[in-house]
């Protein structure tokens, strides 16, 4: 039986859902909500499952113990803002929106992040004080942590990518890029580092020489997003034209596409064998899709936008944040909901 999760604070309200397997297994989205912004990391950490923290950004930060971009154990969860809270805690100290964060790739207690007010931070839950601050050239967007733990790359919205020391905390290179710079990542391998443009391209750089190596034509519109899949095997873009494509990480190569969506795909997430794909849009559904058939294998129904989703670590549980802003919520609260949606271990 498939089970929609709604976390509020440290708790999770479960509710059980009909598991409509034929015609896409379409579930729809209700239960609690944590009211928060948009975008979503996860903490991993040792533990049982539930008790992940969740953190979403807004001018400070906040974590819940259940959340919204999983860490690498699966107890903690992310989320962006202009700050960003915790249930028990609130992270401040940002002046202006909090863009993106991401967790440490093998730390739990370590996230960063990326800040409108020209700096980004980096944050211990264990004490819940930031334990460095990095000034930055400008207005910060995006953000990735290298799976080796050793550099953080930062992009801001004059499309420089800045790649600072995670240990000395000083920039060790920059790049002014030419072109409209939507998303930035490492490969697995950390040897390759990638950016998605507003020109339809992914562009691939040599790590850390920085060295051009290909620029592969995507998609015929803006590529808005990029993930690679935990085994190594695949990555996957979203674009404005609403097509998923799924890429061969040594080959280089599109081998499918999905073409559930109708608007601009904002999110992606592999599950955490890299067997499943989430995808989400504007459209009022998530796509839930099987990587190597593209079969549709659930659609989770919501109310509103989606703009982030981000899968378990290790279980077959999806985080989602929604878009509110249209006054059906209290307009005292931050817009943004975040939910869980639950699939059986056995699916």
């Known amino acids: 039986m498939a089970r929609l999760l709604d976390a509020v604070g440290s708790e999770f309200a479960s509710s059980q859902g009909k598991a409509q397997r034929a015609a896409g297994r379409k579930e729809s989205c209700g239960g609690r909500e944590v009211q928060g912004s948009n975008r979503l990391r996860t903490r991993d950490s040792a533990g049982a499952w539930p008790g992940p923290l969740l953190i979403?950004?807004?001018?400070?930060?906040?974590?819940?113990?259940?959340?919204?971009?999983?860490?690498?154990?699966?107890?903690?969860?992310?989320?962006?803002?202009?700050?960003?809270?915790?249930?028990?805690?609130?992270?401040?100290?940002?002046?202006?929106?909090?863009?993106?964060?991401?967790?440490?790739?093998?730390?739990?207690?370590?996230?960063?992040?990326?800040?409108?007010?020209?700096?980004?931070?980096?944050?211990?839950?264990?004490?819940?004080?930031?334990?460095?601050?990095?000034?930055?050239?400008?207005?910060?967007?995006?953000?990735?942590?290298?799976?080796?733990?050793?550099?953080?790359?930062?992009?801001?919205?004059?499309?420089?990518?800045?790649?600072?020391?995670?240990?000395?905390?000083?920039?060790?290179?920059?790049?002014?890029?030419?072109?409209?710079?939507?998303?930035?990542?490492?490969?697995?391998?950390?040897?390759?580092?990638?950016?998605?443009?507003?020109?339809?391209?992914?562009?691939?750089?040599?790590?850390?020489?920085?060295?051009?190596?290909?620029?592969?034509n995507a998609h015929p519109s803006n590529c808005i997003c990029i993930k690679f899949d935990p085994m190594g095997k695949y990555f996957a873009t979203g674009s404005a034209d609403a097509l998923v494509s799924l890429w061969d990480v040594d080959e280089l190569v599109c081998v499918r596409c999905f073409s559930r969506l109708d608007w601009p795909v904002r999110t992606l997430s592999f599950s955490h064998d890299g067997k499943m794909l989430a995808s989400a849009s504007e459209d009022h559904f998530i796509d839930i899709a099987e990587v190597e058939t593209g079969e549709k294998l659930w659609e989770v129904q919501c109310e509103s936008p989606t703009f982030t989703v981000a899968w378990h670590p290790k279980r077959p549980l999806l985080a989602f944040a929604c878009d509110d802003k249209d006054g059906k919520y209290d307009s005292s609260r931050e817009a943004g909901t975040v939910k869980l949606f639950g699939l059986p271990n056995d699916s």
Not at 59 to 78: E, I, K
Request: glycine fraction near 6%; hydrophobic fraction near 30%.
């Open 56 to 216: 979403c950004p807004s001018r400070d930060a906040a974590c819940w113990d259940a959340g919204r971009s999983w860490s690498r154990a699966g107890h903690s969860l992310t989320s962006s803002a202009r700050s960003l809270q915790v249930k028990e805690n609130n992270y401040r100290g940002h002046g202006d929106s909090v863009d993106q964060l991401c967790w440490h790739p093998s730390n739990p207690d370590l996230f960063v992040t990326a800040s409108g007010d020209k700096t980004i931070r980096i944050w211990d839950v264990r004490t819940t004080k930031c334990i460095a601050t990095v000034n930055t050239k400008g207005e910060n967007i995006n953000i990735c942590w290298s799976p080796d733990g050793q550099t953080i790359a930062v992009g801001n919205k004059d499309d420089v990518v800045t790649f600072i020391d995670a240990k000395t905390h000083r920039s060790k290179a920059e790049e002014q890029f030419k072109f409209e710079v939507n998303e930035i990542s490492w490969n697995n391998d950390n040897n390759m580092f990638f950016l998605t443009n507003g020109n339809g391209c992914i562009n691939i750089l040599s790590y850390p020489e920085l060295k051009p190596i290909q620029s592969i």
